[in-house]
């Protein structure tokens, strides 16, 4: 009979956790949750105190099986999984299916898997805390009421297989809102004036001082007229000021300011900082991910000193504790960090080692002295007029801890940039080279990125650490929002330039409005959106959302009763499903009136359709059935002109015949194409299907054509599903719909069919070995 069991949630932590325990202890994993609320069911009983009903799912009932009968064979039960509400509500599950003895049964928690911390946690085990399980139950039941209920509502008001969400809803709002300001912003020009002056170093050698006037003009007139006053003015150094600064370092990190700085520093997604962090967590190299505070235990703190003073000194040297600001913070462990700080680079794949990099700096850069610089300000006053110029200047003094991290920021303009003066004296006289008045216009709000949005939801109390990346994969999942591009346009600007005694005006262009990997509404977003604010006024509300959370951080604490919490909220909110659900309204949902079409007289609609948004002329009550046509990449519901809506029905049209056949240009889901036959070649961007010519629809019906019989190596009569095709990497056997790889050194051209089934059976086994290694492998 073994001594001890220890139950973990994943096998990469159970595997670290192993090294570190003897052979006293068999540690296995739960693989996550084993039970869940059933997934087509309500699985709610509201009549009696909310209860959930839980199930086994299919694919645990083996695991499950196997955890019971290792839990009969130990004399103690460890339950080992994470130290937050997701984890100790794995701990109770597996306490209760199980059916655990209490006496036999022991929790232990750890914010970092090393020796040290395990080893400390068996000798400090606890009770299963059944408050923060509630917490963990209260939110899944809200949840799970919010979405059974609403999203019955949105299948029959807007669109079929529509989902809703409480916290993903308020998170499309925020996104809905900012797109909207985009649209309606208007942008306003000034001139800006910057000059070039020039002055004597210490050597004597000519260098430019670059200065900015401390007004700006709304007319080009006004900005001319200062010019000409420039044009007959001397310029002096009035004032010289010099004040010293200190620049402090961020705190480490916690869940949300990671995945921030590693969007910003690394391209990381959000997703994709939490699975490389987790990664980093199970092979014990740094700690829990999941947090809200930016604390540091003194053997942090202490190690962080020693690393400091052995790579830098002792004036690098600042132990600072930071305390947790964020609006509702309430996780109890860590900062995000490193375990062994003196490990300043790991071994792991190129992502690893990359965002544990990122999370070495921050920690050591917490710990480390402010930076010192001099900020300088020259005041250049005029001559004859009472207008100023300013120019300024930052030297570094000290670069304490700029010398291992900089924190990077959503927006340029937040950057501040340095430069450096050169000698000034006050009365001196400065020789004028050139100034110019740019015109400058004023910029609308950037749309969120995901870790912009990140920020904003902490900043409005919205959600948790745990919860950050799965809201914001989901709403792109459920097509309520998409990551894209915003193309640029392009406008003019006028530069006027004084040089000598003459003004020369000039105007340029430049593109503004470029957007990369921002989150753009789509138009089922968009319309969701508009009828939850509608309808469900308080779910979309941004302070009710953030109370709820406070709600369960009490209940967390004991300090509430959970069901009850529950109670308060289905009272109010299922007669407002039920008033929704039963209510008539005149259009439908997100349906937008645009006009008439001036051949039929039909009114011309838009709205989300069964398989998304569409352009419709004529309604459900006419005699003739309604035409319709579908939008194209870059419109929106929102925002299409009737003048837009009635181009689209002129597609399909025809241009001729191409060896006996009818060559068509219409446009589809994925823009415009040309069909010839059976065969369908996408437009090119940049080319208008209403003015493509045949002979250009020709030369891209051959250039298909083509690649297609170039794609084409070998086909056999004996079975018409076996093909040998060329490919993006490289020759391939294509068989039944499923794609096998040729073996280097065969010749593509020269397979028979036996020889194409052989490959076929060599590349099965080949997988099937994988497999059972794989299982082999996650058995132990």
């Known amino acids: ?54 199930e086994i799912p299919k694919d645990k009932k083996a695991l499950v099986a196997e955890l019971k009968a290792e839990a009969k064979k130990a004399d103690v039960v460890w339950l080992a999984s994470d130290e937050d509400r997701e984890g100790e509500a794995i701990s109770w599950h597996l306490y209760e299916v199980l059916g655990l003895d209490p006496a036999k049964t022991k929790r232990i928690v750890f914010h970092e898997i090393t020796k040290t911390a395990i080893l400390k946690a068996i000798e400090n085990p606890r009770d299963i805390d059944v408050n923060l399980v509630n917490a963990q139950q209260a939110r899944r039941i809200l949840d799970r009421i919010v979405g059974f209920e609403l999203s019955p509502v949105l299948w029959k008001k807007v669109k079929p297989a529509l989902s809703a969400g409480r916290v993903q809803s308020v998170a499309v709002r925020l996104i809905v809102e900012r797109e909207r300001e985009v649209h309606a ?77 590693a969007a910003r520093k690394l391209g990381f997604t959000v997703a994709q900082t939490m699975m490389v962090a987790q990664r980093l967590y199970e092979s014990g190299k740094i700690t829990y991910m999941r947090t809200d505070s930016v604390n540091l235990s003194g053997l942090a703190l202490a190690t962080s000193k020693e690393a400091i003073l ?10 600072r504790q ?126 969120y990125t995901e870790a912009s949005l990140v920020r904003k939801l902490e900043e409005l109390g919205i959600g948790r650490p745990s919860t950050y990346a799965p809201t914001i994969s989901t709403v792109q999942q459920r097509g309520y929002v998409e990551k894209g591009n915003k193309e640029g346009e392009k406008r003019p600007y006028d530069i006027l330039k004084l040089k000598g005694s003459r003004i020369t005006e000039s105007t340029k262009t430049e593109m503004y409005g470029s957007e990369r990997g921002k989150l753009l509404p789509t138009d089922t977003g968009i319309v969701v959106n508009d009828f939850l604010m509608e309808y469900f006024p308080e779910i979309m509300d941004y302070n009710f959302t953030a109370n709820v959370e406070k709600e369960f951080d009490e209940v967390a604490e004991g300090e509430k009763e959970w069901s009850g919490m529950m109670e308060d909220f289905y009272k109010g909110f299922h007669p407002l499903v039920d008033k929704t659900l039963h209510s008539k309204t005149e259009h439908k949902v997100g349906e937008r009136m645009l006009g008439t079409d001036p051949v039929s007289g039909k009114p011309v609609s ?37 003048e837009e809506a009635l181009e689209a029905f002129k597609l399909p049209r025809t241009l001729g015949d191409y060896e006996g056949q009818t060559v068509t240009v219409g446009v589809g889901r994925f823009g415009p194409y040309v069909r010839y ?10 080319t208008d299907p209403m003015e493509i010519t045949l002979d250009e629809a020709v030369q891209l019906i051959r250039n298909k054509v083509e690649a297609e019989e170039k794609k084409f190596i070998k086909s056999f009569d004996e079975d018409p599903d076996m093909q040998v095709l060329n490919g993006k990497y490289g020759p391939y056997i294509c068989y039944q719909k499923k794609n096998y790889k040729i073996p280097e050194g065969v010749e593509p051209a020269d397979l028979n069919l036996e020889a194409c089934f052989k490959i076929i059976e060599l590349q099965k086994n080949k997988a099937e070995t994988r497999k059972v290694k794989m299982a082999a492998k996650r058995k132990k």
């Open 677 to 686: 036959d059976k065969l369908f070649v996408s437009i090119p961007k940049g």
């Open 322 to 447: 930071f305390a947790t600001k964020t609006k509702g913070a309430q996780e109890a462990h860590e900062a995000i960090r490193p375990t062994y700080m003196e490990n300043e680079t790991i071994e792991g794949t190129p992502q690893e080692q990359k965002l544990y990099e990122l999370i070495w700096k921050r920690t050591i850069a917490s710990q480390m002295a402010d930076a010192e610089l001099e900020k300088t300000t020259a005041t250049i006053a005029m001559s004859n007029s009472t207008e100023k110029f300013f120019a300024t200047g930052e030297v570094v003094m000290f670069d304490g801890f700029l010398r291992v991290y900089r924190e990077s920021y959503d927006d340029d303009s937040e950057q501040e940039t340095e430069s450096l003066l050169p000698p000034l004296a006050i009365r001196q006289q400065l020789e004028r080279k050139e100034i110019y008045a740019t015109q400058r216009f004023t910029q609308c709000p950037p749309r």
């Open 185 to 261: 912003f208007v942008s306003e020009s000034s001139y800006r004036v910057t000059a070039t002056f020039e002055v004597p170093d210490a050597d004597g050698k000519p260098v430019e001082v670059k200065a900015e006037a401390g007004v700006r003009f709304s007319q080009k007139e006004d900005a001319r007229e200062f010019l000409e006053t420039c044009q007959d003015a001397r310029f002096t150094i009035e004032d010289i000021t010099t004040r010293p600064m200190k620049k402090s370092p961020a705190p480490p990190f916690t869940t949300s300011t990671l995945q921030q700085e």
């Open 310 to 319: 052995s790579l830098m000194g002792e004036q690098y040297v600042k132990t």
């Open 606 to 642: 838009v709205k989300i359709g069964r398989f998304g948004p569409v352009i419709q002329i004529g309604s459900a009550e006419d005699e003739e059935k309604p035409r319709f046509a579908q939008l194209v990449k870059g419109q929106s519901l929102e925002t299409i002109t009737l």
């Open 1 to 54: 009979m073994q001594k001890n069991l220890v139950i973990v949630e994943s096998p990469a932590k159970a595997k670290t956790i192993e090294k570190f325990l003897g052979s006293d202890y068999k540690v296995l994993s739960s693989y996550g949750h084993i039970r869940d609320l059933k997934k087509k069911e309500f699985s709610i009983d509201v009549e009696h105190g909310f209860t959930p009903t839980y």
